[in-house]
């Protein structure tokens, strides 16, 4: 698929360290991408180690004094421009995005304007980073804050939105002035490099954006030399709760800066007064969408008992229409999870709910014909807080359904689980949109709709799902230290 690139100068397979593309250390060393459709290998990618690590950190700490003394609009304006070129090669960028990781196209190509909205919406915002004056307690003083990039900053990148995951960290970091260094997931690592070669297209100077590929192995080597860094003063990181947990441990040694995007095991609830169309539509959306691998995806569905049975039924009849494929087949709806660790995972929920009891009404094993890391679209009732897809997340297509009578055992399920990202619920009723909303113990609450994400809103976690937020005009907060400046004699 990537021989169909219109400028074949995005497919890049080496790191880029201090504004030029090197492999490794250790030369030869490589590892292989493959696509999740078919296993084929899509290209050999430099193997980076903590020695070449190391070296992304130096470059990344001598661009610094010259990219946080350019103006906010110089910055900007290197966006901005790298923002167009995220447009323009839109179709090759999800063309990239589809081979290595598996989406359908078409989602890919949204993924790509997505990600591409975070570096506008930074762009936009490097301007309005406000600093304060206080009024005074004594009149022989003044009090004011500035507020200063923190410093060279790390970013640890899943595999599930190979682009967004990135700009949503690099974007704010670039806006306030500081330099990054990207580790991408090893399964999705050209989309990063494209998005990298894009950044240079655009005029980034050298070692502001630096990107280490590695293979699981390396990445693990990586994250200690990053997490132990002195100069590397931010690390954000969006991955599993395990991980996030190991980088935060590995990270107080250095009392490092900490933005954490974690798992999350998200409710949807679906109240007897709900518009029952809509909330399946919804579900469809928060379900499926990126085959069930995100972690806002509904994880745990709650159909109250008066429209139980005609939910599952009304969503079981249109998850069955959900075309399953490869993402480059046109009308394939859904695409294959990323790898044979996630398709047994999957499989693992499923029998687990039910060996326990749960009732099979949709799916629940490999496509047919397709079968490989193709999953069909599954639907599961009568699903009870002991089984595993209640308590973790599934990250794949299967959509568990709780029957349930009132508000206040509804609101007790759900915030009984450890995380906390993102939930929804569906209902028209006002008194009751309040309570509830107020009641969830979530970051992000969709009420009477299914997908909540935009660059201009606050997505992140409460509990164990994570720290600090992500996009909206917060989401700069994490990049800049607060400096108190109190002036005497005046
Ligand atoms: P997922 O379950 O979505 O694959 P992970 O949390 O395993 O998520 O991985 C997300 C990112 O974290 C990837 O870039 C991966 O290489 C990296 N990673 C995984 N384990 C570690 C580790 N111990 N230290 C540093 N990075 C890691």
């Known amino acids: 698929p990537l021989a169909l690139l219109?400028?074949?100068?995005?497919?890049?397979?080496?790191?880029?360290?201090?504004?030029?593309?090197?492999?490794?250390?250790?030369?030869?060393?490589?590892?292989?991408?493959?696509?999740?459709?078919?296993?084929?290998?899509?290209?050999?990618?430099?193997?980076?180690?903590?020695?070449?690590?190391?070296?992304?950190?130096?470059?990344?700490?001598?661009?610094?004094?010259?990219?946080?003394?350019r103006t906010a609009k110089e910055r900007a304006a290197v966006m901005m421009k790298w923002f167009q070129l995220l447009h323009r090669h839109a179709d090759d960028l999800a063309r990239i995005m589809t081979a290595e990781q598996g989406k359908p196209l078409a989602e890919a190509r949204?993924?790509?304007?997505?990600?591409?909205?975070?570096?506008?919406?930074?762009?936009?915002?490097?301007?309005?980073?406000?600093?304060?004056?206080?009024?005074?307690?004594?009149?022989?003083?003044?009090?004011?804050?500035?507020?200063?990039?923190v410093g060279v900053c790390a970013a640890i990148t899943p595999w599930n939105f190979p682009i967004a995951m990135i700009t949503r960290k690099v974007a704010p970091a670039l806006a306030a002035g500081c330099p990054v260094i990207i580790k991408p997931a090893e399964q999705t690592p050209l989309s990063a490099l494209a998005v990298?070669?894009?950044?240079?297209?655009?005029?980034?100077?050298?070692?502001?954006?630096?990107?280490?590929?590695?293979?699981?192995?390396?990445?693990i080597e990586i994250g200690k030399v990053l997490c132990s860094s002195d100069v590397v003063r931010h690390l954000s990181f969006t991955g599993s709760t395990e991980v996030g947990r190991i980088l935060a441990r590995q990270s107080a040694g250095t009392v490092k800066k900490l933005s954490l995007e974690l798992g999350g095991n998200a409710p949807f609830i679906v109240f007897d007064d709900a518009d029952l169309d809509s909330a399946v539509d919804g579900a469809l959306a928060s379900k499926y969408r990126?085959?069930?691998?995100?972690?806002?995806?509904?994880?745990?569905?709650?159909?109250?008992?008066?429209?139980?049975?005609?939910?599952?039924?009304?969503?079981?009849?249109?998850?069955?229409?959900?075309?399953?494929?490869?993402?480059?087949?046109?009308?394939?709806?859904?695409?294959?999870?990323?790898?044979?660790?996630?398709?047994a995972k999957v499989e693992a929920h499923v029998a687990d709910a039910l060996a326990k009891g749960g009732r099979l009404v949709l799916g629940g094993e490999r496509d047919a014909t397709l079968g490989g890391r193709f999953f069909t679209p599954t639907v599961i009732a009568g699903v009870t807080d002991e089984m595993l897809c209640a308590r973790e997340e599934t990250f794949g297509p299967v959509a568990p359904v709780f029957r349930f009578e009132t508000e206040a055992e509804v609101i007790a399920a759900a915030n009984a689980t450890e995380f906390g990202l993102a939930s929804y619920f569906y209902s028209r009723d006002i008194g009751r949109i309040f309570r509830v909303a107020e009641a969830l113990e979530y970051g992000m609450v969709g009420i009477n709709t299914g997908l909540i994400s935009t660059a201009e809103v606050p997505f992140g976690g409460v509990k164990q799902s994570g720290l600090g937020r992500e996009g909206a005009r917060q989401g700069i907060d994490d990049y800049v230290e607060l400096k108190y400046l109190c002036l005497g004699d005046i």
């Open 6 to 69: 219109e400028d074949p100068g995005l497919l890049k397979t080496e790191a880029l360290i201090g504004g030029a593309w090197v492999t490794g250390q250790d030369v030869q060393a490589r590892f292989a991408v493959t696509d999740p459709a078919t296993g084929a290998e899509l290209a050999q990618v430099a193997k980076l180690g903590p020695v070449d690590c190391a070296a992304a950190i130096s470059a990344a700490e001598k661009a610094w004094p010259a990219w946080r003394a």
């Open 110 to 149: 949204s993924e790509v304007i997505y990600g591409a909205s975070f570096i506008e919406w930074f762009a936009e915002e490097a301007r309005r980073v406000y600093g304060e004056t206080i009024p005074t307690t004594d009149n022989n003083k003044r009090y004011l804050v500035l507020k200063q990039p």
């Open 196 to 219: 990298a070669e894009l950044a240079q297209r655009a005029g980034m100077p050298a070692g502001v954006l630096n990107v280490i590929t590695a293979d699981a192995e390396n990445s």
């Open 290 to 343: 990126n085959a069930g691998q995100t972690c806002v995806c509904a994880n745990r569905i709650y159909a109250q008992a008066g429209i139980h049975d005609a939910f599952v039924e009304k969503l079981a009849a249109r998850a069955a229409a959900i075309t399953v494929g490869n993402g480059f087949t046109a009308g394939v709806m859904q695409g294959p999870l990323i790898d044979d660790a996630a398709i």
